[in-house]
């Protein structure tokens, strides 16, 4: 074997001490590998799966505590509209019997230029105003067909004019706030 092809056959390396030693490829094959060294690099990849495990796990736990807030802000979004709801409603409940009075004290009064008939009428007009302003809307009734949704029949009344089930008086207003009701208008039907 000539030098060059030892060469070749041969391969330096370092020991802890830094001393450069040359070992030929012959005696490469009958090098014991440490099974200790073979588990460390084994040791990196099982350290990297359970890592992506971890992140996996951690990643599904945000997911679900951010889904589970986002409900929570959307539940007490519509607690709060449905709190404010009842409130409005509670208080037109309690204001409408005043509008009535001012609206009888309106139809009581024979002298329409009288100053107190003109202060009544703004003060119902002001109240009508903030039923419009906070969304109660009067429940139609003259002329509609009746509908137990909306109306309560006081009283019937043969008539030859109106179809039958037509409301032909209201007798008190009715009111809804958002599609529900607050109160029936008190109505005269046509038999």
């Known amino acids: 074997m000539s030098d060059e092809e030892r060469e070749e056959d041969t391969y330096e390396y370092s020991t802890e001490n830094d001393e450069m030693n040359t070992i030929d490829a012959s005696d490469v094959e009958n090098i014991e590998i440490d099974p200790q060294l073979v588990e460390d690099e084994e040791e990196p990849e099982k350290e990297l799966e359970a890592a992506k495990k971890e992140a996996a796990a951690n990643l599904d736990k945000y997911q679900r505590v951010l889904a589970e807030f986002d409900n929570f802000r959307k539940r007490t979004a519509k607690e709060k509209a449905g709190i404010y709801g009842d409130g409005v409603r509670d208080t037109l409940e309690k204001l409408l019997p005043v509008a009535d009075n001012f609206e009888r004290a309106l139809n009581a009064c024979e002298d329409k230029d009288n100053a107190l008939y003109s202060g009544i009428e703004k003060i119902q007009k002001q109240l009508t105003a903030f039923f419009a302003d ?31 089930n037509t409301i032909i008086e209201e007798l008190q207003k009715g009111y809804k706030y958002k599609d529900k009701v607050i109160r029936c208008s008190m109505v005269k039907v046509a038999n």
Not at 134 to 140: D, F, N, P, Q, S
Request: proline share 0%; no cysteine; charged share 30%.
């Open 134 to 164: 906070v969304g109660a809307e009067e429940i139609k009734a003259v002329g509609e067909i009746f509908d137990t949704n909306f109306h309560f029949a006081v009283a019937h009344e043969e008539s030859k004019e109106h179809g039958e």
